[in-house]
């Protein structure tokens, strides 16, 4: 599919872009198309400019060996990624971009940085590419960071599933190479207030929680008022390239360690990119980072004492975390 082809996809716009001749014929220039421009996700800034994300991934790349290997990157964005790979050795770079003005962008960048003979843009889902056609059968590295604040939720899990049944070599590489999950309790009434409402101006307006999040949603933490008020648990780990199976069902007791009211939950990735130990986190602790945190609030709040455990259920599944708290609270003490 062409990124002329795919544009309908994003609507019908007519001449979003053109050459301008008057300057460089080589740039890309919009015409006052708001459209356009509502379409590209505005934490594609905060990314690129993510000094420790770039270093990490940089690092990571760096680490492997890519001399005369095929890669697949899955999210092109500007192309980063994919020309630091480029810049790496590599035979050649497939970059995956399913936006088309994206994909056009990143063209552009790319042959404006002398890489376009190193690296071919493609603009599909990664799921709808076809080996012999699109790219080359056997690719030997997979590149790709599609994750969210809570990992599932742009759809890595579905993409590197495919990748790994039908796009890529039985030994290939893949980076990042694993994942752990880790969560704590979380009390903030500030933070309950971004997702549920009681009364305002003296009127009952609770009925506007039929619109609430349901699972987890974004919040920069550091920007309210809250309390980890648990011990940190690591309740999820895999290894990207020995499993297919994402799913998961369990109960994780936290340790409380203060009395408190409880919230819900909050959890943040750990990707390890190679096992060289390069590894990146959108975990409260990291002020730097682009991400936000992962934050699921409860329906109730739960009244919790030091020293004490409160279990919550959780299920993964390919696209999402889900948590429910257990009420009960057991006592630790012997």
Known sequence: MSIKEAEGQYGNEKNLYTEDLTKNSEEVQLLD??????SIPRWHFGMLNDVNR????????????LSGKTVLDIGSGTGLLAMHVARNNAKHVYTVEANPYIAKIATDIIKKNNLQDKITVINKISTDLI????????????????????FFGEGFVPS????REVLLAKDAIILPSSVKLV????SSQDVRNLNQVTNALD??????????????FPVRLNSWENKLVSNEVMFYERILSETDNFKQTG?????????AVVDGVVFWFELTLVEEGVMITNSPDNKTTHWMQ?????????????????????????????FEAVTTVKSQKS
């Open 33 to 38: 198309n708001q459209d356009v421009i509502k």
């Open 54 to 65: 770039n270093i990490s991934f940089g690092n990571g790349i760096n680490m492997l060996e």
């Open 131 to 150: 080996p012999g056609v699109d790219l080359p059968a056997d690719i030997e590295v997979l590149i790709s960071e599609t994750v969210d604040c809570g």
């Open 160 to 163: 590197l599933r495919h990748a």
């Open 183 to 186: 969560a704590g309790l979380l």
């Open 203 to 216: 009127f009952d307006i609770s009925m506007f929680n039929t619109f609430s999040t349901q699972g987890y």
């Open 251 to 259: 109960v994780i007791d936290f340790v409380v360690t203060e009395n």
């Open 294 to 322: 992962a934050v699921q609030i409860f329906d109730h709040s739960i009244n919790v004492v030091k020293g004490e455990s409160c279990s919550v259920k959780y299920t993964t599944s390919d696209m999402a975390v889900d």
